[in-house]
């Protein structure tokens, strides 16, 4: 890649994501305005109507109670929903903008993985950590945004409480456990900073083999993000990260001092 196109690329990407972070910024403002239904009285009286009669309908007419409340939604969730992922996507991306001097890509070349192995696993923790309040954002997310009243729920609050008195504590000793062995096992012997796109031509099979289980990784949880925008939009930024752990991890596996027999 020429220099000339290098920042070519590199400015458009700038560009895109600040035009991204505008645009989410732009459909928050306009989904604040805006009521969740054309008709609120109606929504509430058919919502009322849907929870209480539920039990009671066929099949068929409770189809057709919730079509009948859909009809009346506007647009205010569905630019919501697209303007938090446009933010948070947009803003994650200038992190690695900054952090990678991707204003000319053709630094992307000269990437590198995280200094040291703490500073590798604080950043996966931090990453796994913030789903924590990315599930609390988002089952408040999914009240706020149901108006056929979940009849087995409890409210955004007691489930978010519930969550963080059962689930949270799981997540917490999940990462402390894989951040010990992979600080202590995993790690042990890499050789960090290195090249994000490192590979070693001495020992061609085990960088094959490395290499193709991340890829297969990677694309997966490149796949995760791009669902998550759909049914788990707080995750994107952990997802994200997580792409240029699961890098960093390849590179740093790759990099290990391997005693000759």
């Not at 058919?46 to 189809?63: A, K, V």
């Not at 947009?90 to 903008?97: G, K």
């Not at 931090?126 to 999914?142: M, R, Y």
């Not at 890499?190 to 297969?216: E, K, Q």
Request: proline letters at 3%; a positive charge; aromatic letters at 8%.
């Amino acid at each position: 890649m020429s220099q000339l196109l290098g920042r070519i690329i590199g400015t458009a990407v700038v560009v895109l994501c600040v035009i991204a972070f505008s645009v989410g910024i732009a459909l928050l403002g306009k989904a604040y305005t805006m009521s969740p239904h054309v008709d609120e009285l109606k929504a509430q009286e058919l919502t009322d109507r849907y929870q209480q009669e539920h039990f009671d309908m066929s099949p068929q007419e409770r189809e057709q109670r919730a079509g009948e409340i859909v009809n009346l939604r506007t647009a205010k969730w569905l630019l919501y929903n697209i303007g938090v992922c446009l933010c948070l996507a947009a803003a994650t991306f200038a992190v690695a903008i900054v952090r990678f001097r991707l204003w000319d890509m053709d630094n992307l070349k000269a990437a590198t993985t995280p200094r040291t192995r703490l500073r590798l696993i604080a950043l996966a923790s931090a990453a796994w950590l913030a789903l924590i309040p990315a599930f609390v954002l988002g089952l408040h997310d999914d009240y706020a945004q149901d108006d056929l009243m979940p009849l087995s729920g409890y409210g955004a609050e007691a489930e978010s409480a519930l969550f963080l008195m059962t689930q949270a504590p799981l997540i917490i000793v999940i990462c402390m456990v894989a951040a010990v062995i992979c600080r202590f096992l995993v790690l042990r012997k890499v050789n960090l900073p290195v090249s994000l796109w490192y590979a070693d031509h001495s020992r061609t099979s085990r960088s094959m083999i490395l290499t193709g289980f991340y890829g297969i990784a990677i694309g997966l949880l490149a796949a995760l993000v791009a669902l998550s925008t759909l049914y788990f939009k707080w995750a994107i930024p952990s997802g994200l990260i997580g792409i240029y752990v699961m890098l960093s991890s390849r590179a740093g596996l790759l990099s290990r001092k391997v005693q000759n027999p």
